[in-house]
Nanobody
Framework: QVQLVESGGGLVQAGGSLRLSCAASGSIFSINVMGWYRQAPGKQRELVASITSGGSTNYADSVKGRFTISRANAKNTVDLQMISLKPEDTAVYYC???????????????WGQGTQVTVSS
């Protein structure tokens, strides 16, 4: 019913920049929180950044000052601008959205398929 499609991952040298984008489509009445998570090999998935429909943001301590999350509510999209990338940022990055498909329904969490970000030293 709801699909999240990510783009923008790739290989970059340490100190470089990347921009990730995610577009949600399907049966969407509204989206509460949108966010980016990442999972490195052998580690648990962790929150990188999130943003509410009102624009309130939350960042992991490890990315504060380097990553910026933004969204376009009318387009159901969320972006993650990443600068000053470090090798420890290497992971698969996943888009997440808490979606309400009808005005009276509760929210359901949806995930994208993931996009690889690799930062070489």
């Amino acid at each position: 019913q709801v699909q999240l499609v990510e783009s923008g991952g790739g290989l970059v040298q340490a100190g470089g920049s990347l921009r990730l984008s995610c577009a949600a489509s399907g049966s969407i009445f509204s989206i509460n929180v949108m966010g980016w998570y990442r999972q490195a090999p052998g580690k648990q998935r962790e929150l990188v950044a999130s943003i509410t429909s009102g624009g309130s943001t939350n960042y992991a301590d490890s990315v504060k000052g380097r990553f910026t999350i933004s969204r376009a509510n009318a387009k159901n999209t969320v972006d993650l601008q990443m600068i000053s990338l470090k090798p420890e940022d290497t992971a698969v990055y996943y888009c997440n959205a808490e979606v309400r498909i009808m005005w009276y329904s509760s929210t359901t969490s949806y995930w994208g398929q993931g996009t690889q970000v690799t930062v070489s030293s």
